[in-house]
């Protein structure tokens, strides 16, 4: 069976001690950090920007993994590729030309995903599929941690992975939103290579319990 990625969203990590908790996660067996970047526009929240990321990338090695909420990605990619991001994935909801963005942001160096909210069907990203490096199906509605998975979301993700593999595409299918114990073997059994994690993770008592209960 193959490993699944955790990748640990630090919203839902203690701001004053980010070093400390991107450290913790990171000995416990999370591959990817999570960073959440919202707008106030395209998400009614405002979140993680790039000099957040400089900072935090002397911490660690690991992947960094920026999910962009907003509403004009074309304009500020390039500051967190700058800063240290590895991933970079935008929403399809935006405006952009997304094929524009995900081979500019190829031709950095750096990976390139596509989103989808709930409401977003897979066959409005089916044209991007050859040539993003992962499709980040959210789970809930993008903006705050801590909010309850959606379980229609499931049968998504088994689309996806059907698509993905006929067509022998290189994408992978990371999920975001209400990742628990409960949840995380949903979305695994339907096909997901990396699950994002943060308020499962940084509000248990346990942490490092909640880490390897996700790494099934
Ligand atoms: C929500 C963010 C998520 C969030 C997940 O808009 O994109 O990455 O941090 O948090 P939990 O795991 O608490 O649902
Ligand atoms: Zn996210």
Redesign the pocket.
């Known amino acids: 069976m193959k490993k699944i990625i955790i990748a640990a969203?630090i919203?839902?990590a203690d701001f004053a001690a980010l070093k400390y908790d991107v450290k913790m996660v990171e000995e416990f067996g999370a591959a990817w950090i999570?960073i959440?970047v919202m707008d106030g526009h395209f998400?009614p929240n405002i979140g993680i920007g790039p000099q957040v990321v400089r900072s935090l990338r002397s911490v660690t090695k690991l992947l960094f993994d920026v999910?962009l909420?907003i509403t004009n990605p074309e304009k500020y990619w390039q500051e967190f590729q700058k800063a240290g991001a590895d991933l970079i994935t935008f929403h399809n909801e935006v405006l952009t030309d997304k094929k524009k963005l995900v081979d500019d942001i190829k031709s950095s160096g750096v990976k390139a995903g596509i989103s989808i909210k709930p409401g977003t069907s897979i066959s409005q990203i089916e044209s991007l599929l050859p040539y993003v490096d992962l499709v980040l199906v959210?789970a809930?509605e993008?903006?705050?941690?801590?909010?309850s998975f959606m379980e229609s979301i499931v049968s998504k993700i088994k689309d996806l992975r059907e698509i993905i593999d006929r067509n022998g595409y290189n994408c992978f299918i990371e999920v975001?939103?209400?990742?628990d114990s409960q949840t995380a073997p949903l979305c695994v059994n339907a096909g997901a290579d990396a699950l994002?994690?943060?308020?499962?993770i940084f509000s248990a008592e346990n942490p490092k319990a909640a880490v390897k209960s996700l790494l099934i």
């Open positions: 969203s919203l839902s999570h959440d998400v999910h909420m959210m809930v993008p903006g705050f941690g801590g909010q975001d939103g209400g990742i994002v994690s943060g308020n499962y």
